[in-house]
């Protein structure tokens, strides 16, 4: 089958993707494994406890025509689930329907041989992937072109470094016309400009109609790619819905028990200020409307909240927050100063906070943190654990705060297209 169903045929599937009862467990020790090494499984008993599950009992389906992004945390099953999705292996129990032409990027180099140029890969992988010998003629041109890779097209990719590879085999898939493309990770490797050049031709892939799944660590590619989201958790699917909604279940998935004060998370205002305990700090995140949030749009305003409950009685605390991105550091600290806040606190009478703030940061993944300190700012009471957040954003603008930029040329003001996911306002 190719394509969406007509809608008068009943026995028509209603959806390009239907998983029902899908199980997938592994003996361990069979990824990878050699031969010798496989004869001697054979030999001795298997057992329950050779056996991982991977997948448990998933029901899931994908719409015709729409992109649905894979998260969870590494071992959670998404590669397992989109190999199974692309054929690669089978389930263990439960079926699956996959409607037309399937094209999967499961890993760097799948499906070439490492002996053939890459003139002679794109002959043979476009057929794979359900090209007609013709059609792969008349694309040829236009697929070298995409991949950028000159005269190398005419070694054999054993050369290829693996940035070369995802360029490759992201040309021939995207060129098959595929009905189903299954991507994994891929947009992971290779530079930035090609990467955008990937979401833009998959951009029109979305136009023309194909039902695309990726299964990928990047929030940000899952905000501005996807119409839907699934969050895998041990095999089992945790949760379903808009990319918002299941970025945030993720976050609480990575986060659970944070609020709790944390073994070396001392805050740091100026230089190292020694944890000395009495306080709980708890912490959350708030929109504009009030509701508490995991995702917060670029250019609106949002609110840190915090209540630190006291085991001692303390007058006048000093208190902050600090903002950080992973690979970055920190980017920013706010905190009153010794005398700043006059209150008594101790059991049962605990401190609230809340600190308002303009959000200029960029689509990105973040972590906020606050914190509790004694009235000369000598000593941490008690500090949050990194509570994560993500922040969408339409702009194109790389880095990690906007600028409000305006651009002229010619002494007139020079309109910037936002990026925007197809008929749908990421803010």
């Not at 439960?94 to 890969?121: H, K, Y």
């Not at 002959?123 to 991949?147: C, P, S, Y």
Request: glycine share 12%; net charge negative; aromatic share 6%.
């Amino acid at each position: 089958m190719s394509g969406s169903p007509d809608p008068a045929d009943l026995s028509a599937p209603s959806a390009a993707i239907t998983l029902q009862g899908v199980t997938k467990r592994f003996r361990l020790g069979d990824h990878g494994a050699s031969i010798a090494g496989g004869a001697l499984r054979l030999l001795r008993r298997s057992s329950p406890a050779d056996e991982v599950t991977a997948l448990r009992d998933i029901d899931l389906e994908i719409p015709f025509g729409s992109t649905t992004g894979i998260i969870g945390r590494n071992g959670s099953g998404k590669t397992t689930l989109l190999r199974i999705l692309a054929g690669v292996t089978a389930p263990t129990a439960g079926s699956v329907c996959v409607v037309g032409r399937t094209a999967p990027l499961i890993g760097v180099g799948v499906g070439f041989d490492p002996e053939l140029t890459g003139r002679e890969n794109v002959l043979v992988n476009g057929q794979v992937l359900g090209m007609r010998a013709h059609e792969v003629a008349e694309r040829f041109q236009a697929i070298i072109d995409f991949a950028e890779l000159g005269d190398f097209i005419e070694v054999p990719v054993k050369t290829y470094s693996s940035g070369m590879f995802l360029r490759l085999a992201f040309a021939v898939a995207i060129h098959a016309d595929p009905d189903v493309l299954l991507v994994d990770e891929i947009l992971a490797v290779g530079d930035l400009a090609f990467q955008q050049k990937c979401l833009d031709r998959m951009n029109a892939l979305q136009a023309r109609g194909a039902t695309i799944v990726v299964v990928t660590h990047s929030l940000d590619v899952v905000n501005r790619l996807c119409s839907q989201a699934v969050l895998l958790d041990r095999g089992a699917i945790a949760r379903t819905g808009t990319p918002e909604e299941v970025i945030g279940a993720y976050h609480d998935l990575l986060h659970a028990g944070d609020g709790r004060m944390q073994p070396g998370s001392s805050f740091k205002v100026t230089g190292d200020r020694p944890v000395v305990g009495g306080a709980t700090v708890h912490l959350s995140l708030a929109d504009e409307s009030g509701d508490e949030v995991r995702v917060l749009a670029s250019g609106r305003p949002f609110a840190v909240r915090f209540r630190a409950e006291f085991a001692e009685e303390i007058d006048d605390p000093v208190f902050g927050i600090a903002l950080h991105q992973p690979g970055r550091g920190l980017l920013y600290v706010r905190h009153t100063t010794p005398g700043d806040y006059r209150g008594r606190h101790g059991p049962g009478r605990p401190l609230g906070v809340q600190v308002t703030l303009q959000n200029r940061l960029l689509r990105g993944e973040y972590a906020v943190q606050a914190a509790v300190l004694d009235p000369m700012a000598a000593a941490t009471l008690g500090a949050s654990g990194w509570h994560s957040f993500s922040v969408v954003s339409r702009e194109r603008s790389v880095g990690i705060v906007d600028m409000d930029a305006v651009i002229e040329a010619d002494g007139a003001p020079v309109t910037v297209s936002a990026f925007q996911r197809i008929g749908e306002d990421l803010s």
